[in-house]
């Protein structure tokens, strides 16, 4: 498979959603580690994080950890620990997707923090038009809504994702087309959608460490180890090809 170059697709993920969500509701938070739990109820502390803003993280704090080991790695800090409140989190997300659908061609909310974008005729194919896009985005959803988030650019939509990732809080990363195996080599093969712990492991002993390995590792052989489905995809996808569409999804509502 080759990859495809006609297409221009973003990804924006909300940065920790829930925690900025908190914030926008209390600005006094922003300089203050922000948790956000789910409490089972057991005990004060039982539960997990769900989201932590980007102060926690300094500290050690991230997503599926236990509260009390949260709790005990901010203890001296300024630290606010607040309860997931879904209905929120929801009417903020509705209007930045509604928003967010106005500049794309095609949109597919992926959640209540992620949707990738097709904006390939509406930046006539220039990824130059797609990263002044991309910031005019940015700001206006900041302005109107005041929630900032990454976004990623790239031929498709897994070299998206992955610039997406790739710099937070408040990025922008474009890849373009003759990029991309350049963009993908160094990194982990755990970067890649479908390589858990597990796979990560075997790759590994295998001689695989990066996306770069993966992408030079002969085929026939990769479809022997993981199955022809499989192997294929490692293959494709560690050579930054994904011809999958974004798919249709939601209405539009205008941020000037």
Do not use: W
Not at 73 to 92: H, K, S, W
Not at 120 to 145: C, I, N
């Amino acid at each position: 498979m080759r990859l495809m170059q006609k297409r221009i697709v973003m990804l924006v993920d909300f940065d920790y959603f829930f925690a900025q969500c908190e914030e926008l509701r209390n600005p006094a938070l922003k300089d203050k580690p922000v948790v956000v739990g789910v409490y089972s109820g057991r005990t004060e502390d039982s539960g997990a994080v769900s989201t932590a803003n980007y102060v926690a993280r300094k500290f050690g704090v991230k997503s599926g950890i236990p509260l009390y080991l949260a709790k005990k790695r901010l203890e001296g800090t300024e630290a606010v620990f607040l309860p997931v409140d879904d209905e929120f989190y929801e009417q903020i997300s509705d209007k930045i997707m509604r928003a967010l659908r106005g500049y794309a061609d095609s949109f597919e909310q992926m959640g209540i923090d992620e949707a990738y974008l097709d904006v390939t005729q509406k930046v006539h194919g220039s990824f130059e038009a797609a990263s002044d896009l991309a910031r005019k985005m940015k700001t206006a959803v900041k302005r109107q809504v005041g929630i900032a988030f990454s976004v990623g650019v790239g031929p498709n939509k897994l070299v998206a994702k992955i610039a997406a990732d790739s710099q937070k809080p408040d990025g922008l990363t474009v890849v373009k087309p003759e990029e991309v195996q350049r963009f993908l080599s160094p990194l982990p093969v755990d970067r890649l959608i479908g390589v858990g712990r597990k796979t990560a492991v075997k790759m590994d002993e295998l001689g695989m460490k990066t996306i770069g390995d993966l992408a030079r590792y002969d085929v026939q052989r990769l479809v022997e180890i993981f199955g022809k489905k499989l192997g294929v995809y490692f293959h494709n996808a560690a050579n930054g090809v994904d011809n999958e569409p974004v798919q249709e999804t939601g209405e539009a509502e205008s941020i000037s």
